[in-house]
């Protein structure tokens, strides 16, 4: 686990960022690479929150906001939730007008904010994306994992998951880095809970994912073995599998280490077409939350349309109440 806190991810210089693009991708050039950005071993801690621990019960939502392109609307969306883990955050692209997602969530909402790199993006994006950019380049080039909070965040902290390096080779969107879970201790009236906010590899087969899950489950069993836990995100289920989320190892995985699985009805999908994804292949069931040590009321899934039919990422949020620890 990375728990070295910055108020703001040191950003690479345009020139090296030029140099990344044009290097080799081969053998061990990736990490060579890597070792470059220290923002990839560094978790920013921002904004404000109240100082009292969060009352039970409590709502979490967990969201793939596909970029975050429309941040206030997506803040009112998220407004009765009083933890966030929310995935696909920019920062410093083109394709989101250079804003800091997070940050803008985190001061129209009152939390507090941590933020992990997950890719330092070498480009603008897909084809459709540059469409929405403002510029013809990005600023710093983030796009990462965030856990947002109406409480203050204790030892937040990154953890790069395996796979760093998966999209380094990709031609339409060539990127530094890999998959990431961001996480931190948060006072209840019922104690201390860990929150994990992840997001799993889409383009691989479901044993890398139960390895990116066990992953996660060995390094809180290092870290926070004496603490309930609630993590949660897009796990990519069924992704470049068939899409049939039943076909995956992890859920197995991580009821064997004591955790269990909340997702909502099992035929309710989480993905839809959005302006980025306008012509998905499939509905799939890709959101979900695992707890230890807690009990769960109802998962909900709740569309990602807004008031006029706008839709604000290609997966609706998922969301559940926390109601006591156990």
Known sequence: MIFEKTSALDVPTQALRA?????????????????????????????????????????????????????????????????????????????????HTTADIGQQLG?????GLEFLELGLGSEIEHSFCTDTFNTHG????????????NQAFVLRLPGQGHWYGDAGQPRLGGRIAVGAEIATTAGPIVFVSTHLESA????HRAAQVAAIIAALDTHFSDRPVLMGGDLNTGNHIGGDWRDETLFDLA?????????????????????ITRFPERAMKLDWFFSRGLRLGETLIHSSLDANGRPLSDHDRVEATIEALL
């Open 19 to 99: 140099e990344f693009v044009t290097a080799a991708r081969a053998g061990t050039a990736h990490d060579d690479l890597a070792r470059q950005v220290p923002a990839f071993t560094q978790v920013e801690v921002g904004g404000t929150a109240p100082g009292a621990p969060l009352g039970l019960p409590l709502r979490v939502a967990a969201w793939n906001l596909e970029r975050c392109l429309f941040s206030a609307p997506s803040a009112q969306a998220l407004a009765g939730a009083d933890v966030l883990l929310l995935s696909e955050m920019d920062c410093g692209m083109a394709r989101t007008a250079q804003r």
């Open 111 to 115: 939390m507090a904010y941590a933020y």
């Open 142 to 153: 983030f796009h990462g994992n965030a856990l947002l909070a109406r409480a203050p965040l």
């Open 204 to 207: 691989c087969d479901a044993a």
């Open 255 to 275: 009821r064997a280490a004591g955790f269990e699985v909340h997702g909502g009805p099992e035929t309710q999908p989480t993905t839809r077409p959005s302006l």
